[in-house]
């Protein structure tokens, strides 16, 4: 694997994210192999998983890779999206995968930091959601994932201001567990992952996908379903769709038009 790297001890697995050339963007390759990974310690049952980036880093992740956003005119997160694929595997692995972070979240990768059992962080810390950054409409999924975690009021703030929230705050609205010293983080999440294992690997598999099913129990009628479809719609046709992928290239700020 190119752009993570595994390991397993004492039925706990690791997935190391170590691209550092695109400071662990989310691209296609990497989700892939994060996906391919988490199926492999199903397989050796793995009665927990970290997903963690290189000690001392400052950026965890930055986010769904840019280059790859489709052009307009087509879903820029759809179902079968990868970054999709890789949340529903860590939603679905029959075991409790925990999210140990040092450096700052952006983007996608926040989303998957909280679709996360259990998320562990440094001060170091620091989560923003930036799709409004760069016009891209985000999917119902990926909003409820934020709206259980953190409610609807920090959801819209972090949505519409696409700012980081830095790791105090970040612990106080529920996006981390614990907030744990830098040099304390490692034996502090493998603590927490070993005394999983300890317990029944049946018994946690079946409350986790309780609360999956039980966060996920909010039914949509089929024209409310549409009605966010044509609005999503209306964002990836549009101009400022284009304008926030070419501003990003050029590296200057965008300027949305609202078109």
């Known amino acids: ?25 989310l691209s296609n390759q990497l989700l892939g192999e994060l996906i391919q990974a988490l199926d492999s310690f199903q397989q050796q049952a793995a009665r927990a998983v970290v997903i963690r980036a290189e000690p001392g880093v400052k950026v965890w992740s930055s986010g769904f890779d840019i280059k790859e956003l489709p052009v307009p005119g087509r879903d820029p997160l759809s179902y079968n999206d990868p970054l999709e694929h890789a949340l529903r595997s860590i939603q679905l692995f029959p075991a409790p995968v925990i999210a140990m972070i040092e450096g700052s979240v952006w983007g996608g990768a ?4 909280c679709i996360c059992d259990i998320a562990i962080g440094s001060p170091s810390a620091a989560f923003a959601i930036t799709p409004a950054k760069i016009g891209v409409p985000y999917n119902s999924t990926g909003i409820l994932h934020f709206i259980n975690v953190v409610g609807p009021r920090i959801a819209r703030e972090m949505f519409f201001t696409a ?6 705050r970040a612990l106080q609205v529920g996006i981390l567990n614990h907030l744990v010293p830098g040099e304390d983080i490692e034996r502090f999440t493998y603590d927490m992952a070993s005394q999983i294992t300890e317990n029944s690997p049946l018994a946690i598999a079946v409350i986790k996908e309780q609360l999956r099913l039980l966060g996920n129990s909010h039914p949509l009628s089929p024209e409310t379903f549409e ?13 400022d769709y284009l304008e ?6 050029e590296k200057r700020k965008a300027v949305f038009k609202g078109q």
């Open 1 to 25: 694997m190119q752009h993570i790297q595994t390991s397993s001890s004492n039925n706990i697995g690791t997935i190391t994210l170590c691209h550092a050339e695109t400071r662990n963007s």
């Open 227 to 239: 009605r966010i479809q044509g609005l999503r719609r209306k964002a990836y046709d549009s101009a």
């Open 244 to 249: 926030g992928k070419q501003s990003f290239f």
């Open 110 to 113: 926040c989303d998957l930091t």
């Open 163 to 168: 700012r980081p929230i830095a790791a105090e």
